[in-house]
């Protein structure tokens, strides 16, 4: 197994992407700490690893609180003994987050907190943890919008995510030397029930496919294996980069 003998500490693990990768990892072998704010998802994730027989254990927080964050990782010390990797991949993407002109400052506060600041906290008291393992994997996820501008505005998500490719790249050089990696995922769109709804024909969805050269949309797990791969020895010579993981959306011009 990929993973095995790796503790990864898991954030937003409630659903979703989260999710999938809590199982996924723990299939690889991988010992897991999942993270979530919300308390019944995030047991629902447990049960269905523990009924794979994986080894993970749920620790409800809240990523944009440093003490919150700073007990979830000493929760996760006490259970597993160290840290390997850091899977930042909690985030929200509220849809009163529109253009800088309309959209609220509370709006915009919120979604910097979590998507940024939660990172950085979970940084902040992960790393020193990888550091004393011998070096690890920090996996941070942004997405598409964050290399290319977007006719549908959504410009605090978009800022939130730009600046955790920064941080991505700063944390690389900084603790290179202790062998931790830093890199970035950055998701096209993923065919979720909330993207299919925006569709209201065949003939939208059809247009917005043709965007994509191979022709459909991302699925969650076509995220999770990049992470595995960086979260795995395999990527042991990769720091600082960024992954794009869209079906070549970013790069047709029309």
């Known amino acids: 197994m990929r993973l095995a003998g790796k503790t990864a500490f898991i954030t937003g693990a409630g659903s979703g992407m989260g999710s999938l990768a809590a199982q996924m990892f723990a299939r690889e072998g991988a010992e897991v700490v999942a993270v979530d704010v919300t308390e019944g998802p995030l047991k629902e994730t447990v049960s269905s690893v523990e009924a794979e027989g994986g080894s993970i254990i749920g620790v409800p927080a809240d990523i ?17 003994g160290k840290l390997n990797v850091l899977y930042n991949n909690a985030g929200i993407f509220p849809d009163e987050d529109t253009s800088a002109v309309d959209t609220d400052e509370s709006v915009f506060r919120r979604v910097i907190d979590v998507n940024l600041k939660g990172v950085f906290l979970c940084c902040k008291h992960g790393i020193p943890e990888l550091i004393k393992a011998g070096g690890g994997s920090v996996i ?8 290319m501008g977007c006719t549908v505005p959504q410009d605090a998500y978009t800022a939130s995510k730009g600046g955790v490719l920064s941080l991505t790249r700063s944390l690389a050089v900084q603790y290179g030397r202790h062998g931790v990696r830093a890199n970035a995922i950055c998701p096209g769109p993923i065919l979720t ?9 065949d003939e939208e969805r059809l247009k917005r496919l043709n965007r ?31 992954f ?5 959306i970013t790069v047709n011009y029309f």
């Open 140 to 147: 941070n996820i942004a997405s598409f919008v964050a290399l």
């Open 212 to 242: 994509i050269p191979l022709g459909r949309f991302g699925r969650a797990e076509d995220v999770v294996y990049a992470g595995i791969y960086l979260a795995s020895d395999e990527s042991s010579w990769t720091t600082g980069t960024t």
């Open 193 to 201: 029930p909330m993207l299919e709804s925006l569709f209201p024909s």
């Open 244 to 248: 794009v993981i869209d079906g070549g």
């Open 64 to 80: 944009t609180v440093s003490e919150s964050v700073r007990e979830a990782v000493e929760a996760g010390i006490r259970a597993f």
